[in-house]
């Protein structure tokens, strides 16, 4: 958990600084979000591999070299004396923080009995939360009082004790079976996911049907059909396609899907919200956007320690439900809305996707053969990084189109066009939700 922390404190400090960075190196902000997107491209393609790599030569080892590439990346990206080349060291930061959270659920799930998986799963469900919480204030605190290079300097005291800590706790195990690497599969899932969320995340800004973006659309298609039919003929494949005939597997991962899909459109529309039309400043949005956090962070490891006794369905199930809830009144949100308004539609959102996350990832983890660990790991964080991706590309597609639908010619300001655009978004989202409160409540009894 010490090196888990790192990769959502990371991401959200980086997210603050992004107006620094264009002024420091004299770039537009189109060309600033590349530290951004290097990062989340490079991590969300190379998670599965990561976790195929921990069960072939053992996680603890795959752990450590993540934690000593990230930490060693951090403080280039301190020295970096250009915007690319800051872009560039962040892709290697990406490279380090796959490996450890790839392989870390696996961890947990090897060392753990399965009557405490789930306590010990929201315990690390509740670190994250205290990444994603903590992660805009220390960014704010440090870029006011120390200058942008401590961002990234402030990685290397947490990454040299998280590296101590695990080299000495963590047990190193390895399936004594001898297993191969799946590199052409490796290759071919790299440009598959690859393609896919470059083409998620820039379709919107360089328009759905250009040119490039079919490209990478027609790119994604052939490279997911020959992804499936190499793996399903390889003898050792770097993902094991049976593990998605097990309903439990396939279900709960898909509700994960579903979960982040939800999450990550409301925690991306909710700012333009309140800057736009509420006209908050950056502080009072950060402060309001904790709220959600700081309740996963309080019902992660009580969900946790209630599944392993009550069993993940119904729990996922609650949990699920209440963040379909939660869009469903945040589509009910108005141009005249005080703050209390959003933050108890926030809370019920936190509280929702508290209870679900542990029970979910106890579920997946729990279905998954003991010499499968690692690749149920790096599909649980791929799920993650694809649902994430997917949810911020659908909610801001759905807003330009309302938003272009119901703005009238001429209007001044086009605050009634983003409003039908924003409930058409949450609306959706409650949808993606409820379908996997359902995938949660189909899929039976593990």
Not at 353 to 373: D, I, Q
Not at 391 to 407: D, K, M, N, P, R
Request: with cysteine; net charge positive; glycine share 12%.
């Amino acid at each position: 958990m010490t090196a888990g922390v790192m990769g959502p404190i990371d991401g959200s400090v980086v997210n603050v600084a992004l107006p620094t960075f264009s002024q420091v190196f004299g770039v537009g902000l189109h060309t600033v979000s590349w530290v951004t997107m290097s990062y989340l491209l490079v991590l969300g393609s190379l998670i599965l591999t990561y976790g195929r790599l921990g069960d072939i030569y053992g996680f603890k080892r795959i752990l450590l070299i993540g934690i000593a590439l990230f930490t060693a990346a951090s403080a280039l990206c301190a020295l970096a004396p250009t915007i690319w080349a800051l872009v560039a060291f962040r892709a290697l930061q990406a490279v380090g923080a796959g490996m450890f959270m790839a392989v870390g659920p696996a961890i947990i799930a090897s060392v753990f009995p399965p009557q405490e998986r789930g306590r010990a799963l929201g315990t690390n469900g509740m670190v994250v939360a205290v990444g994603l919480a903590l992660g805009p204030t220390l960014g704010g605190f440090l870029l006011t009082w120390a200058g942008w290079k401590a961002i990234f300097l402030i990685n290397i005291p947490v990454g040299l004790i998280g590296f101590l800590l695990c080299l000495r706790m963590v047990p190193a195990r390895r399936d004594p079976r001898p297993q191969s690497f799946d590199l052409t599969g490796a290759a071919l899932g790299f440009v598959t996911l690859g393609s896919f969320l470059l083409a998620g995340s820039y379709g919107e800004d360089w328009g759905w049907t250009s040119p490039l973006i079919l490209t990478l659309v027609a790119l994604f298609a052939f490279g997911a059909v020959a992804f499936v039919t190499w793996e399903r003929r390889v003898e050792q494949p770097m993902l094991d396609l049976d593990l998605f005939k097990n309903r439990v597997f396939s279900s709960a991962n898909f509700a994960g899907l579903m979960n982040f899909m939800a999450l990550s459109s409301m925690m991306f529309l909710l700012p333009f919200f309140m800057q736009q039309v509420l006209q908050y400043d950056a502080g009072r949005i950060g402060m309001i956007l904790s709220v959600s956090p700081a309740l996963m962070l309080f019902m992660s490891p009580l969900s946790g320690t209630l599944s392993d006794k009550l069993g993940t369905r119904r729990l996922a199930f609650a949990g699920q439900s209440l963040v379909a809830v939660a869009l469903l009144l945040m589509a009910g949100l108005r141009p005249d809305a005080q703050a209390v308004d959003i933050l108890w539609r926030l809370s019920i959102f936190g509280l929702g996707a508290g209870v679900f996350m542990a029970p979910n990832n106890s579920a997946v983890m729990g279905s998954v053969p003991r010499h499968r660990l690692g690749i149920g790991s790096g599909v649980l964080a791929t799920v993650r990084n694809v649902g994430m991706v997917l949810g911020i590309a659908v909610s801001s597609a759905l807003v330009t189109w309302q938003a272009g639908v119901h703005t009238a010619p001429g209007a001044i300001d086009g605050v009634a066009g983003f409003m039908t655009g924003l409930r058409t978004a949450f609306l959706a989202g409650a949808l993606l939700a409820a379908a996997g409160a359902f995938a949660s409540l189909a899929r039976g009894d593990e």
